[in-house]
């Protein structure tokens, strides 16, 4: 039982094992092969973003969201109420995160590249574009700053995958990529 001392009291100057010792090597060259893995996916698996990352205020976030909104609005989403923006090739693009929603739809262009900041205004929530499977946290207090080129066409999911309540599933967001023109 565990509550009872070793029976050989110095058991820490018994030499160690040497299947144990080729599990500790295994083990750390494994974790190496990991770290570097990383940095191979980042530049071969396109989806470890190069991301920049700045401590922003939440209403200065929604305040520049909505002065975009404002600037862009080409029409609404269906029957949701949620205005899709077409902001101009090369300019600031603005996606906010907050209890249910994604905030506004953004309609880009295909071959133009954007900036797109992410924040949120509340919770943690989690950007995972579908069906190309990037995926990005989004902190209240911190923006993900992106330089984003889509190169297909089409309707893309943007799925809450940070579990942020009762609305989780229901977080889904919209970005369309049309062609140039
Ligand atoms: Cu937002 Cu889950």
Redesign the pocket.
Known sequence: MAILPPEQRLWWNVPIQRSELIWIVIAFLWGLVMFFTMILWHVWGEQNLSNEAYRIDPDTFAARTEAMVEKYKVREEGTTGIPVVRPPPGSDVYML?R??QWYPSLELQKDQSYRLHLSSLD?Q??FSLQPANINLQVHPGYEMVITVRPNATGEFSVV??????IG?HT?VGKIHVVDKN
């Open positions: 995160a209890l249910w919770w929530h989690g809450c995958n940070e579990f942020c309540g989780h977080m």
